[in-house]
């Protein structure tokens, strides 16, 4: 996934693609003099008595000793100890375009359904929504109810489609984005408001789709 890249990876990809990814000094300028800084690594606070930090947007596939060595070149870790080293989580997902129906059942096995990350939706917003989704699939067949998934042009919609319409090409996990989303009617170059009139649209579809089926 794009945006889980190993900052190895990262760095093959040219000397400044870090200063413009996990390095990116923007909105951190030094508290006292105002001065800007080429790049900046960021620490997360780990505990509460401030003794162990993560540091943000690191994900690593190198071995440990490499780690220790890497990241102690950054100032001001040079005598750093590690907690924990940094790992690469396996994003194991099914082909769901060829494997679900719309409303997140098996095609071959109508009883089994799916949801969350494994269906192939990156983020926990994401996995949450495809999870109230099966939900209320599976609230709807024990109810025998026809269970209508919200129309496309939502976020809940546009994620659905994206995750069970068969596609030529390779299928591969996916985050929300206004790309997902129907185009709009109205021919309206600025990107900001394109995407505000998305979001509007969404909303009222939103609205009204609740009100016919919740």
């Known amino acids: 996934f794009e945006g889980c890249m190993p900052i190895e990876e990262l ?14 000094p ?6 006292g003099t105002g001065e800007k800084f080429f790049a900046v ?5 780990e505990n509460r008595e401030g003794t162990a930090y993560n540091l943000v947007g690191f994900q690593t596939k190198l071995t440990y000793p490499e780690q220790k060595r890497v990241f102690r070149t950054i100032p001001g870790l040079e005598n750093a100890e590690f907690f924990r080293y940094g790992a690469i989580h396996r994003n194991t997902y099914i082909n769901a375009p060829g494997l679900l129906t719309p409303e997140l059942n098996l095609k071959t096995r109508p009883g089994v359904y799916f949801a969350g990350q494994i269906i192939g939706v ?4 994401e996995s949450c929504a495809m999870g109230l989704l099966a939900g209320l699939s599976v609230a709807s067949r024990l109810k025998g109810e026809l269970f209508v998934p919200p129309p496309p042009e939502t976020a809940l919609g546009a994620l659905l489609n994206y995750a069970t319409q068969k596609r030529k090409t390779e299928y591969q996990p996916m985050n929300i984005n206004f790309g997902l ?3 709009i009617d ?3 170059r600025n990107k900001k408001l394109r995407n505000e009139s998305i979001v509007r ?5 939103l609205s009204a789709w609740r ?3 919740l």
């Not at 690594?41 to 606070?45: D, I, N, P, Y």
């Open 11 to 24: 760095a093959l990809r040219g000397e400044m693609t870090l200063a413009f990814g996990p390095l990116k």
């Open 26 to 31: 923007v909105g951190l300028n030094h508290p």
């Open 41 to 45: 690594a960021q620490l997360r606070r």
């Open 122 to 125: 990156e983020g926990y917003v």
């Open 181 to 183: 989303f129907p185009g």
């Open 186 to 188: 109205a021919k309206i």
């Open 201 to 205: 649209r969404a909303l009222e579809t």
């Open 211 to 213: 009100e016919r089926n």
